[in-house]
C-alpha cells in the first residue's frame, strides 16, 4: 500500500484498487501530478483504509479475486458517501458494471485499456464535480446556520410582538361581521391595519375601533348619508395608518399632546394618504385621512383649510380622536374625566374644532341614540346603566383592575365605583357597549 502525501493539500485524495500491481503502476504514473494517491490491491485492506481517512476519488476493478468492484463500491459507500467512484471494466463486464452503477453509486466507468489524455480530462471533471458538490455542502450548512439563528431572532422577534399578535387576533374576530357586508373593500382595510398594527404599536387595537365607532355614530347624528357614514367610519379604523412610514427615531421621540404640531407624528396624515392613494379602490379615503390636523381657524397642516373647506370627516375624527386621548391615550401622563374633556374641547370651538361635532359626540355618548349598530361608548360614572357591559378593562390609578373587560354592570359595582371616586377624590372613565 501507498499512503496520501499529507503535503500536497490542494489536491485530491484518489484511491486506486486493483489485483494487478502492473496497473497500479500504471495509473500512478498518469495521474500521480494532479493526485495525492493511495493505492491498494486488496479490497479488504482498502475498506479498512476508507473507514480512517479521508477519500475524495475512488478507482476500482471490477474484477478481483476476492471482493469484485461492485461490491467493493457498495461496502466503500459506508464510509465515504460522497466520494467519486469510477469504475475500471471491460466489455465483458457490462452486466456488473450496471449493478455496480445501481447499488455502489458509481459516477461513471472506465473501459480497459484507457486512453491516458481521456482518462485524465475524465478526472479533471469528476474533480469538477466533486469540488462543486462540497462547495455546495458548504453553502447549505452555513444556510443552516444562518437559518438557525434566523430562527432565534423570530423567537425573539415573537416575544416582542406578542401583544400586538393577539391585539390583531382579536379584532380580526370583532371586524368579521363586517366583512360579510363590504368584503371587496374591507379586504384590503384588513391588509392596511394589519400592517400598521403589526410595526406600530402604543395606541392599541381597542382604541381605533373605538374612535371608528364613536366617529360613525357622530356622522349618523349629523344625518350623514349611509355612504359618507361608512366612510368615515374606515378613515377613522384607518387615520393613523401613516405612523408605518415615520422612522423609529420619530416614533420614540413623540410628543403626543393633543394638538401640538411641531413634531414628526403630526405628519403621519400625510403619509397615510400616499399610502392610501397607492390603492385604488381606498383613493376616496386619501382627503379625511390627509386633513385630519387641521384647526378650524385655519391654523393647522398641511393646508391651512378652515371651517367647512376641511372635509366632515376630517373634522369628526378630529374630535373624536383628540377626546379619546384626553381621557384614555396610552402616552398621556395627565387623563381627564369625560366632563372635563368635554370643557377642554369646547374651549377650543372656532379655533381647533367644529362646535357643531363636539355637540353632536356628547350628544351620542348620553343620549345612546339607537342606529342599530355596534357602538361603544365613553363615559363617567353618571353615565352608566345596570345592564352595560364593559368593553375594557376598568384600570384603577395604580394599575389594579376593579372590573374585567365582558361584565355587565349592576347596582352593587355601580355603588363599588361611586365609594372609589369619593374616596380617592378621582373621576373613572368607562368603556361600554
Known amino acids: 500500500m501507498d499512503t496520501v502525501n499529507s503535503n500536497e493539500v490542494s489536491k485530491l485524495n484518489l ?26 490491491t486488496d479490497g479488504h ?13 475512488i478507482i476500482s476493478d471490477m474484477r478481483m479475486p476476492a471482493m469484485d468492484g461492485a461490491e467493493f463500491f457498495t ?43 481521456a482518462l485524465k480530462l475524465l478526472l479533471t471533471k469528476a474533480s469538477a464535480h466533486y469540488r462543486l458538490e462540497q462547495e455546495s455542502l458548504v453553502l447549505n450548512d452555513k444556510l443552516l446556520n ?21 391585539a390583531l387576533k382579536t379584532y380580526q374576530v370583532k371586524l368579521k361581521s363586517i366583512v360579510h357586508t363590504q368584503k371587496d373593500l374591507l379586504h384590503d382595510v384588513l391588509e392596511m391595519m394589519s400592517t400598521t398594527i403589526e410595526y406600530r404599536t402604543g395606541f392599541g387595537v381597542g382604541h381605533n375601533k373605538r374612535i371608528a365607532l364613536q ?11 349611509d355612504g359618507t357614514c361608512r366612510l368615515v367610519y374606515l378613515c377613522a379604523l384607518l387615520h393613523e395608518i401613516g405612523i408605518i412610514g415615520l422612522k423609529d427615531e420619530d416614533f420614540s421621540n413623540m410628543d403626543f399632546n393633543v394638538g401640538k404640531l411641531d413634531n414628526a407624528f403630526s405628519h403621519h396624515p400625510e403619509i397615510g394618504a400616499e399610502i392610501l392613494g397607492q390603492v385604488s379602490r381606498l383613493s376616496s379615503l386619501t382627503n379625511n385621512i390627509l386633513h385630519q390636523n387641521e384647526n378650524f381657524d385655519g391654523t393647522g397642516i398641511p393646508k391651512h383649510l378652515a ?32 366632563a372635563d374633556a368635554k370643557l377642554w374641547l369646547m374651549s377650543r370651538v372656532d379655533i381647533w374644532y367644529d362646535g357643531n361635532v363636539i355637540d353632536a359626540l356628547f350628544n351620542v355618548l348620553n343620549k345612546r341614540p339607537d342606529f342599530k349598530e355596534d357602538m361603544q361608548y365613553s363615559v363617567g360614572i353618571d353615565g352608566i346603566k345596570i345592564g352595560d357591559k364593559l368593553v375594557e378593562d376598568l384600570v384603577l390609578g395604580n394599575g ?24 380617592n377624590n378621582t373621576k373613572l372613565t368607562l368603556f361600554i357597549a
Open 75 to 117: 461496502k466503500s459507500r459506508e464510509y465515504h458517501p460522497d466520494a467519486i467512484r469510477i469504475l475500471l471494466t471491460g466489455f465483458s463486464d457490462m452486466d456488473a458494471t450496471i449493478k455496480a452503477i445501481n447499488d455502489g453509486g458509481v459516477y461513471t466507468y472506465v473501459g480497459k485499456p484507457w486512453d491516458n489524455q
Open 45 to 57: 485492506a482498502a475498506l479498512e483504509y476508507l473507514s480512517s481517512n479521508p477519500i475524495d476519488i
Open 215 to 225: 366617529s360613525k355614530a357622530v356622522a349618523r347624528f349629523l344625518k350623514l348619508d
Open 400 to 423: 389594579n383592575v376593579m372590573l374585567k373587560a365582558g361584565q355587565k354592570l349592576n347596582g352593587t359595582m355601580i355603588e363599588k365605583i361611586q365609594k372609589y371616586e369619593k374616596n
Open 307 to 338: 371651517g367647512d373647506d376641511i372635509p366632515i370627516g376630517s373634522r369628526i375624527i378630529r374630535v373624536v380622536k383628540d377626546f379619546d386621548f384626553l381621557i384614555a391615550g396610552k402616552e398621556n401622563k395627565k387623563k381627564v374625566a369625560v
Open 146 to 166: 444562518a437559518n438557525k439563528k434566523l430562527s432565534t431572532f423570530n423567537h425573539q422577534l415573537e416575544a416582542k410582538v406578542e401583544d400586538r399578535t393577539k
Open 15 to 40: 484511491l486506486l484498487l486493483d489485483d494487478e500491481q502492473d496497473i497500479i503502476n500504471s495509473l500512478k504514473r498518469v495521474l500521480r501530478k494532479d493526485f495525492n494517491i493511495v493505492a491498494f
